[in-house]
């Protein structure tokens, strides 16, 4: 991995709590205060009054909302190594099996799409479990690790003091257009509101260059066990699961192309003798886990 010659840094941005997505551009109009109202046909003072109200209402509670999610995993970033471990226990893997796996799967959709990668985006990279293993598989790529929470920033930059560019993401991700080659996110789109997620989507493909790749992996709602782990994992509580079909349907509505799907993760630890079977299993959608991955057009 390449550290870039400013060395490792972190990035503090100013708070702009109307960032939570598309659907906000209708509060946005109506936070706009009340000349945008009073530009309605309306014939009552009062009509009036309880239009205002609303829209002020919506504005507190986006903020709220905004508030919340950021805080929710800077409450779970010191206890969430040993949470995960507990949650995926039943496999009889440890983390960093599925950090590595996941690493060493993009790189194989990378191979497989005749992509050069020399910058890469880990969008919600929580404590940093990735970063080993983009130092082991990417080692020329120049990676930014980019979170809602800064604590988890925090700990990264503890554990890996190596790791290239921490970014805090507040109401979008701060960087120019088509900065990167690759985006990734594991496990990041279930804690976010369905709601946004072509929001997030629409700005991933942004900062993705032309020609570039996104690549995002998720637990399957349709695995029991899968439910099973993330039901009984305290950081998981507001986690709501995403079918793959859906995901893909949200990617082309953000602009990517050609959206594919590969259902992974089938066989636990004490079955790891069948897991070179899985390459004919990624059409099953019964797998822990699954990617997706779509392209940016030239
Ligand atoms: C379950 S953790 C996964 C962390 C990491 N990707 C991994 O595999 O270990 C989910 C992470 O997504 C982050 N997150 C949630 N919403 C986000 C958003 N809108 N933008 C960036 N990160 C977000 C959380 O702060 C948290 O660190």
């Not at 995993?73 to 950090?99: K, L, N, V």
């Not at 279930?190 to 992996?217: C, D, M």
Request: with cysteine; net charge neutral.
């Amino acid at each position: 991995m390449k550290v870039s010659s400013a060395g490792p840094s972190i990035t503090f941005l100013s708070i702009g709590y109307l960032g939570k997505g598309q659907d906000m551009s209708s509060a946005a109009l109506e936070c706009a205060g009340p000349s945008k109202v009073a530009a309605r046909p309306t014939t009552a003072r009062d009509q009036l009054y309880r239009v205002e109200n609303s829209a002020r209402q919506n504005c507190a509670d986006l903020a709220r909302d905004f508030d919340m999610d950021k805080a929710e995993f800077d409450r779970f970033a010191d206890e969430y190594q040993d949470q995960h471990r507990q949650s995926i226990s039943i496999t009889g893997e440890f983390p960093e099996y599925f950090s590595e796996y996941k690493i060493r799967k993009l790189k194989k959709i990378i191979t497989h799409n005749n992509l050069t990668v020399f910058t890469i985006c880990d969008f919600g990279s929580g404590i940093g479990n990735s970063i080993p293993f983009f130092q082991k598989h990417f080692p020329n790529a120049v990676l930014t690790s980019a979170d809602v929470s800064q604590r988890s920033l925090e700990l990264s930059r503890v554990h890996y003091p190596s790791a290239d560019h921490l970014l805090v993401i507040e109401n979008n991700i701060p960087v120019k257009d088509y900065s990167f080659d690759v985006t990734f996110s594991a496990c990041v789109f279930h804690h976010i509101p369905s709601a946004e997620h072509v929001f997030w989507l629409r700005e991933l493909h942004r900062v993705t260059r032309p020609g570039g790749l996104i690549a995002i992996f998720e637990h399957n709602a349709l695995n029991p066990l899968t439910v099973r782990a993330v039901n009984s994992c305290p950081f998981d509580v507001n986690a709501k699961l995403i079918l793959a079909t859906d995901l893909l349907r949200r990617l082309l509505d953000a602009g990517w192309t050609a959206p594919t799907v590969q259902y992974n993760v089938f066989f636990p630890r004490a079955l790891a003798l069948l897991r070179p079977a899985e390459k004919y299993l990624h059409w099953l959608p019964l797998g822990a886990q699954y990617v997706v991955f779509a392209r940016k057009g030239s």
